[in-house]
């Protein structure tokens, strides 16, 4: 009655949080919630390099995901950084009043 975890069960995961955060950056106008959104789908990528990596039996794909997440890591408070002054100087953190670049 046991059922082992297959590299099938994380690619679903994996799948569903690819979903989950494409939904989110395309459907919502809070920063934070895109930025949010943006993790997941990474995380979604990591789970995907990781399932691999041991479905092949190779540490490249473990290696890989640790510098994907120092990555995002690097994106999130950079992000964040950006939001905050954005957010001191607009006083919204809402993506549709953002037009700092328009003229």
Do not use: C
């Amino acid at each position: 009655m046991f059922h082992p975890v297959t590299t099938v069960h994380y690619m679903v995961l994996s799948a569903a949080l690819l979903m989950i955060g494409t939904a989110g950056v395309l459907a919502r106008r809070n920063i934070v919630i895109i930025l949010m959104s943006i993790e997941l789908i990474l995380n979604a990528v990591n789970i995907n390099l990781v399932a691999f990596s041991h479905y092949f039996r190779s540490v490249s794909g473990q290696i890989f995901a640790v510098f994907v997440i120092a990555v995002a890591v690097a994106e999130a408070a950079v992000g964040l950084g950006i939001l905050i002054a954005l957010f001191r100087n607009k006083e919204t953190v809402n993506a549709d009043e953002v037009d700092l670049l328009k003229w």
